[in-house]
C-alpha cells in the first residue's frame, strides 16, 4: 500500500492506491478543512504534493501556476504511490462566540413549578428490602414503593435501565431517589419510565438544552428543581470542516463512512461542551437526566444518523420532522445513558425546530400583531403571522454572511474587519478589527457595512458595479471586474492587499436579494405588503452584530422605522430551554410545528422575480426605501 | 510482560504479570473448559506447567504427585514470568442432541389464526410519493397510508427504523410492505410500532423460538404466517465452558468483563443456530421480525447482561421476572435488529420463563386434575396444581445427572455408557455405549441405571455402600471407600479401569435426594401427599432418557404407577413458539407466572428432615417404594 507523508509533521499513513489525499488525511488524523463538503468547489482543501505520483481529477479554484507548483485539491486528488504532502496553516477557529448570554442573564418567559410543569422528577422512597417472605423481583419490589409512596402507577424501564438497578438498590440500603420521566410529548399519559435510582435523598436533578446549528452549538446547563440556567458553553459544531452549510453537509454524509463521522463530530462537541459545564458547576455528567435538542432539519438528521440526502433531493422531504422519544445512549451522548433525548419537532426540510422553538420562545405563536421573524445564521428562515396563522420558508442565502464565497471573507474571529466607514470625499477607509490585530479578513458585519459604505459613497453603483474610472488608486479593475482596497499590503496580517471584488459584491447582492425577496413572497402569499408588518423579529446570534440602518441601506432588511425591529439572539437554544422546563412549552412547540405552513420558494413562480428585483442596491424599486432614497438624495450634490 | 506459550499449537501471547493461566488461555483463544467457572473446585481447567515461574494459588484436586509433574490449575494459578504450558486434550462437545424434534413433529395445541392471533403482522400499503404540494416528512407520510389504508393509527418507530426509511421506501418506489408490531405485552393496545418497510407485496415474515438452557439452546424457526416450524436446531450453550451449572455462571460473570463475555456467548450461539436454519431455508435472519425466549432466570440474565450475583445472594431475588418488551438490537440478536424481542416472565430467581413457558406448553395452568410437573436440566424445578392454584421449587440437584461430580460422568456424547446391567449371579455388568465406541465415561441416563443395578443386585447397600467384603474383583476399595468398576481399563477408550465411587454414590444419592424431597416438601406444604397426585409431567430433554423403573427404584421418582408419567421433551421452546404465535398463549405464560407460589426450599423447615431421609436407596422409609420393597423381597433368598 502508498504510505503518504503529511508535513509539517511527518505524520505516515498507509492507504490503498486510489485514495483521496481527503481520506488518507482523515486516516492519518491530519485536519484539512473542507468547507463546501468535498465537492471539489471551494478551493479550501488544497495541499502541496511535494513528491508522488497523485492524480487530480479536479483543479478548479487553482491556476497553471499553482498546479505547477503541487498545488492540489486534497478532496479531488488520488494517490497512486508513495507520496509526500505539505499541508498549508489551516484556518484557525477561534473562539470568539460572546454572544452567549452568561447564565444569569437567561429568563424564562413563565412561571416555572417544578412539580407541575416537569416531566422529569425524582421521588424519595424507602424500598422494603427482600425476605425469603417476599421475594418479589427488585424492579417490582422498586415499582410497588413508586405505587404506594407516590401514586406512580405501571412504571417502566428500559434494559439499560435495569442492568444497573439491583446493585444501585443494595448500594444505597434500599434508601434511594428514583429519577422518573413521568411522560414524553408521544405519551402524554405515561407509563412513567424509571431512569436510575441515586443514593439517598436527592432534591436535585439536571438537565441540558442544546441547540445544534450548522456553524455553532450552544448548550444550557439548567438546575431542573429551580428552572435556573446554571452555566451555558457554546462551540463551534466540530462538523465545520467538513462543510460549510447543509449542503455540503449532506454531500459528505453520502461518501462512505461520512454520515457516522459526522454524527460522532456533533455529538462529540456536545460531549466536550456537557464536561466543560459539569466541571465547572462539579458535577457529574450522569447527573443530568433530560436532554432537549432544537436545530435545522439537516443538522438534527445527522445528529440521529438519520441519511439526510432526501433533505437535499427534490421535493426535498425529511425522513420525519416529529422525531420520537429517544434516550441519550441511543446517539452516544454523553449525559446519563438512560436520559430523557427530547428532539423537538420542526416543519420541513428546510424549516427545523430550531425555527419552531424560536416562534415559541419570541412569543410569535400568540402575539396577535402581524409579524415578520428571521433566524439568520448560516441559512436565513423567515416566519410571517400572528400566532392565528404561520407562513414559512427558507432562502438558500448560503453562508455570504459568514464570510463564504467572498475572497477575504472570514468568520467573525480575532482580524476580520468588522465595521468598515468611507469617507465620502476622500473614499478612504476606516476599519475595526476584532481583537485590535491586522486585518486578515472580513466579517458578515463587516461586509454589510463595506457594501452599504461603498454604495452610499459612489465607489459601486446600485447594480455593484466598480467605478473604476474615478481614478481613485483603492479602485481598480481586477481579475474578473473592479475591486476596492479595503487595507493595503503594509497594513494586513500577510502582507497582501486585502480587497473586495466584484465577483464578491455579486455573491453578496444574490445573498440580500434571496433574503429580501423571502420577505416579500411570504407577504404576497397572504395578500398583504412588507409596510403592514408590526414587529420584526430578527433571531440568531449574528443578528446581535447587524447595523440596521446598513442592512436597509443594503436592500437586505426592508425600510420601515428601526423600532420595529428586535434582536432577540438565540431563540433557538431559548425554546429548548423552555422545553425541557414544561411540557406544555414543548406542546407549543409541537403546535406551531403543526401550524406552520411551509412555502418552498423553489416552487414558487413569483420568486424569482422578486429575486432579481432585489438584486441592486438597496432595489430595483427605490421607492420601497425611502430613507435609502433620502439619504442619497442628500449626498448628491444639489 | 511476561509470554506464554500454549502447547500443542505453540500460540503465544503477552500477559502482565501475575495474570491468571486462564486469562491468558483467554486471550491467546485457547479453549480450557471451566466446568465450575473458574472457582478452583472442579479440577478440569488443568494444564501442565512445562516451564517459567508460576504460582499455584489452590491446588485442590491435584496429587502431590500431579503437582510435581507440572500440573496446575489454570484458574488458580499466575503467571511471573514465561512460561510454556501444555493443555490436555479437552473433552469435546459433540454434537448429539436428537433429542430435537424435527421441524414436522412440533404441533401446536391450539388453532392458530394469523390475523387474531399475531401481533407481528405484514400490511401492503402503496404510500403517496412526496410532492411540493404534499411534504409531509417520510415516516407520517407512511403512518397517513398505514391509518387510510388498514385502520393502524398512532404507529410509531425506533430510531433504528427511521435511519433505514426514506431509502426503502424509495428503492420500493413507495410501494412497500409495513412489517408492524401492533401490540405487546406490555402494552396490549398499541401503539403499533413499525419495524420495518420490504419493498413491494410479501406475505410471509418469521419468527424464532428460543429456549436458553444453561447446558443447551433450541431454536425453532417459525413461519408466522402459517404458524407452521419450518426449521429446528440446537446446540450447546457457549457458554457451557465457563462453568456447567447456574452458580459457576454467576460466579464467572462476576469475574472483569466475564458478564460480557457469557452476553456474547450465548447471543452468539443462538446466531449461530439461527443463521445455519435460514441458510437451510433459504431466508435472510433479517427476515426474522419476532424472537421469543424462554429460559431459567440465571439465563435470562446473562442474556440480557443483567448481573446475576442477585440471584445467587439470599434471599435470591432476581433484578426482574417480566422483562420490558425489547429490540433484538439490544442484545446483539442477529435478526432484524428492530424486531421485537420478547423475553419471556419466570416467577423467581430459580423459576425462571423456561417453567412458566412449561407449565402452559404442558396444559398444567387449566388441567383440572393434581399434576407434579418436573423439568430436569442442569437444574430441577418442580411444580404441583392442578390449574387453579400453582406451587413451585427448584432443587440444588446440581448438574450430577449430566456427569458433573462424578469421577468418569460425562454428556451424553459419543463413548458414553447409557445403559447397564448387573447380573445379579455373577455382578458382571452388561453395558451400551453410545455410538457403539469403548467407554469413556457415564451419562446421566447410564449413571441412574447403574445405581439402580448396583443397588438391586447388592453391590452396593440401601446406603450406598460398597460390598467390599463380597470378594469380588469388581468390588474394590478405592481411595475414599469403595468402587465398582464398570469397564476394565482394557475395554475402555484411555485404557484406564473406568469406575464409580463411593464419592460418586454419594453425589448421586445427593442429588436424587434433593428432588425427591422437593417432590414431598411441595405435597406437604398444601396438605397433600404424593400418593395424590394423578399426572405426572417430565420435561426437559433428559426426561426422555430416563427409565421410569431404574428412576423409581433409586428413590429419584415416586413410587406410582408408570402410567401416570408422561414425557413432553423440551416444554420451554415449545411455550416460546407458543407465546411467538399468540398473544392469548403469551398472556397465559405471564399470568402463570403470576399464579405460580415460589416456595424456597432452603428457607423451608421440613426440606432437611426430607432432604435426609431420602439419602437412601430407594428412602428411609421402604413403604413409600411399595413396588421396590416387592422386587427386593422377590431377590432375597427365601
Chains 1, 2 share one sequence.
Not at 458553553?233 to 462512505?256: C, F, L, P
Not at 502582507?495 to 425577496?517: C, H, M, P, S, W
Request: proline share 5%; with cysteine.
Amino acid at each position: 500500500m502508498p504510505q503518504v507523508i503529511f508535513n509539517p509533521g511527518g505524520v505516515k499513513i498507509d492507504v490503498p492506491a486510489g485514495s483521496l489525499i481527503q481520506e488518507a488525511a482523515r486516516k492519518a488524523g491530519v485536519e484539512i478543512g473542507m468547507p463546501c463538503g468535498g465537492q471539489g468547489r471551494c478551493g479550501r482543501c488544497a495541499v502541496i504534493v511535494e513528491s508522488g505520483p497523485v492524480r487530480r481529477r479536479s483543479t478548479i479554484r487553482l491556476s497553471a501556476a499553482d498546479v505547477q507548483t503541487g498545488y492540489a485539491l486534497s478532496c479531488q486528488t488520488v494517490v497512486d504511490g508513495d507520496a509526500v504532502v505539505t499541508v498549508p496553516p489551516q484556518e484557525k477557529i477561534e473562539r470568539r462566540l460572546t454572544s452567549d448570554k452568561s447564565a444569569a442573564q437567561v429568563t424564562l418567559p413563565f412561571p416555572y413549578d417544578y412539580a407541575r410543569d416537569q416531566t422529569v422528577r425524582t421521588f424519595y422512597i424507602r424500598v422494603d428490602p427482600p425476605s425469603y417472605a417476599d421475594n418479589t423481583d427488585d424492579f417490582a419490589r422498586l415499582a410497588r414503593a413508586l405505587k404506594s409512596q407516590h401514586s406512580i402507577e405501571n412504571a417502566q424501564a428500559t434494559l439499560g435501565t435495569l442492568q444497573q438497578l439491583s446493585a444501585a438498590l443494595r448500594a444505597a440500603d434500599w434508601d434511594v431517589t428514583a429519577v422518573v420521566e413521568m411522560s414524553n410529548w408521544f405519551s402524554p399519559d405515561g407509563p412513567p419510565r424509571l431512569i436510575t435510582v441515586l443514593p439517598g435523598y436527592v432534591e436535585t436533578t439536571w438537565g441540558v438544552a442544546i441547540d445544534i446549528g450548522t456553524t455553532s452549538n450552544v448548550v444550557y446547563l439548567v438546575n431542573l428543581e429551580t428552572g435556573d440556567v446554571v452555566d451555558t458553553a457554546a462551540d463551534y459544531n466540530g462538523q465545520v470542516t467538513r462543510g460549510e452549510d447543509v449542503i455540503s453537509r449532506i454531500i459528505y454524509a453520502g461518501k462512505n463512512g461520512g454520515l457516522s463521522e459526522l454524527q460522532s463530530l456533533v455529538v462529540g462537541t456536545l460531549n466536550r461542551l456537557i464536561e466543560r459545564m459539569c466541571r465547572r458547576q462539579h458535577i457529574e455528567p450522569t447527573d443530568i437526566h433530560k436532554a432537549v435538542v432544537a436545530g435545522n432539519t439537516t443538522m438534527m438528521h445527522l445528529f440521529l444518523q438519520l441519511p439526510p440526502e432526501v433533505i437535499r433531493k427534490s421535493p426535498f422531504v425529511p425522513t420525519i420532522n416529529h422525531v420520537p422519544p429517544l434516550v441519550a445512549r441511543t446517539v452516544g451522548l454523553k449525559v446519563h445513558p438512560e436520559a430523557t433525548l427530547d428532539c423537538l419537532p420542526g416543519v420541513a426540510s428546510y424549516v427545523g425546530s430550531d425555527i419552531t422553538a424560536g416562534v415559541v420562545a419570541s412569543g410569535l405563536d400568540h402575539t396577535g400583531v402581524l409579524t415578520m421573524f428571521i433566524d439568520i445564521g448560516t441559512n436565513g428562515e423567515i416566519v410571517l403571522g400572528d400566532g392565528s396563522w404561520l407562513i414559512s420558508c427558507a432562502c438558500s442565502a448560503g453562508p455570504a454572511f459568514e464570510g463564504a464565497g467572498v475572497r477575504f471573507g472570514m468568520r467573525a474571529t480575532a482580524g476580520a474587519i468588522e465595521e468598515v466607514w468611507i469617507d465620502q470625499q476622500t473614499l478612504e477607509p476606516t476599519i475595526r478589527v476584532i481583537g485590535n490585530e491586522k486585518p486578515r479578513g472580513i466579517c458578515g458585519s463587516g461586509l454589510i457595512s463595506l457594501l452599504s459604505e461603498m454604495f452610499v459613497t459612489g465607489v459601486i453603483d446600485k447594480g455593484g458595479n466598480f467605478h473604476v474610472t474615478a481614478g481613485h488608486p483603492r479602485i481598480r479593475p481586477g481579475e474578473h471586474g473592479g475591486e476596492y482596497v479595503v487595507a493595503w499590503g503594509g497594513e494586513t496580517a500577510d502582507g497582501r492587499d486585502l480587497v473586495i471584488t466584484k465577483v464578491d459584491v455579486d455573491n453578496l447582492l444574490r445573498a440580500k436579494a434571496a433574503i429580501y425577496a423571502g420577505f416579500s413572497v411570504l407577504a404576497q402569499s397572504v395578500g398583504l405588503s412588507l409596510a403592514d408588518v408590526q414587529d420584526f423579529i430578527i433571531a440568531g446570534a449574528f443578528g446581535q452584530y447587524l447595523n440596521i440602518e446598513k442592512a436597509i441601506q443594503i436592500g437586505l432588511l426592508p425600510d420601515m422605522p428601526w423600532e420595529r425591529y428586535k434582536f432577540l439572539g438565540n431563540t433557538s437554544v431559548l425554546g429548548a430551554y423552555m422545553a425541557l422546563l414544561s411540557s406544555r412549552a414543548r406542546e407549543q412547540i409541537a403546535e406551531a410545528a403543526r401550524k406552520l405552513t411551509y412555502l418552498e420558494l423553489s416552487a414558487d413562480n413569483s420568486f424569482y422575480d422578486q429575486f432579481t428585483s432585489a438584486l441592486f442596491l438597496p432595489h430595483t424599486d427605490i421607492t420601497k426605501f425611502p430613507s435609502v432614497q433620502e439619504a442619497l438624495t442628500v449626498k448628491e450634490p444639489a
